[in-house]
């Protein structure tokens, strides 16, 4: 069986809003069970369980999940972005469907290719991944809204990236604050 929704990780990964997915070259990955995955991904238990033997697209459709492949903890110390919502992910598919959550997901990647595209300065992506992931849909529609007035009221040119990457992190990150997010990769566990 192969996956039908790669940027959607069977752990409940947003694989999609992660920045190797959007790496160039030999170490960009391609989602969930994607395209030349087990060259890169080779021993991954959650792929063998849930898609390999039970034939399912993510975790939460199975009987048992959530099961001990789920840490209690996961994504709360792990500095990997995607992992923060997992179980989260995973609640949301059960309560929504798989097709409700891929189509909030694909919001948020144009969101993410649009701050990508015309916002980053080149050190900007692991940051906007992050946001991408955590931030609220309206959030995240609202930052681009006021970063483009800040950038037209500062009269700041359609090249300057290094500016308008400035502008976009201090927007972010405020709204992090007010949205009680932390927008910085933690350190995995010790």
């Known amino acids: 069986m192969n996956k039908k929704y790669f940027t959607l990780g069977c752990c409940g990964l ?7 997915f959007y790496t160039e070259g ?6 969930c069970y994607g ?4 060259n890169k991904h080779p021993s991954c238990f959650f792929i063998t369980c849930c898609v390999k033997k039970k034939g399912l697209e993510v975790c939460c459709e199975c009987n ?8 209690k903890e996961t994504g709360e110390t ?21 097709i409700a959550f891929i189509e909030q997901q694909n919001k948020r990647m144009v969101l993410l290719q649009t701050l990508l595209k015309y916002y980053n ?10 946001a991408a992931s955590l931030l609220s849909l309206k959030s ?24 308008k990457a400035k502008i976009m992190r ?7 604050v007010e949205d009680n997010e932390e927008l910085k990769l933690r350190k995995g566990k010790k």
Not at 35 to 38: N, R
Request: net charge neutral; with cysteine; aromatic share 10%.
């Open 140 to 163: 995240l529609n609202e930052s681009l809204l006021k970063a483009e007035k800040v950038i037209q009221e500062k009269l700041v040119g359609k090249e300057d990236l290094k500016s």
């Open 14 to 20: 947003d694989c999609g809003l992660c920045p190797r």
């Open 121 to 130: 300065d080149g050190y900007c992506k692991s940051f906007f991944c992050l």
């Open 64 to 71: 048992a999940f959530p099961c001990s492949k789920f840490d």
């Open 35 to 38: 395209v030349d995955f087990e």
């Open 78 to 98: 792990d500095s990997f972005i995607t992992h923060r919502r997992v179980i989260q992910n995973q609640n949301y598919i059960k309560e929504h469907g798989i």
């Open 26 to 31: 030999s170490s960009k990955c391609p989602g």
């Open 170 to 176: 201090e927007i972010l990150n405020k709204i992090a």
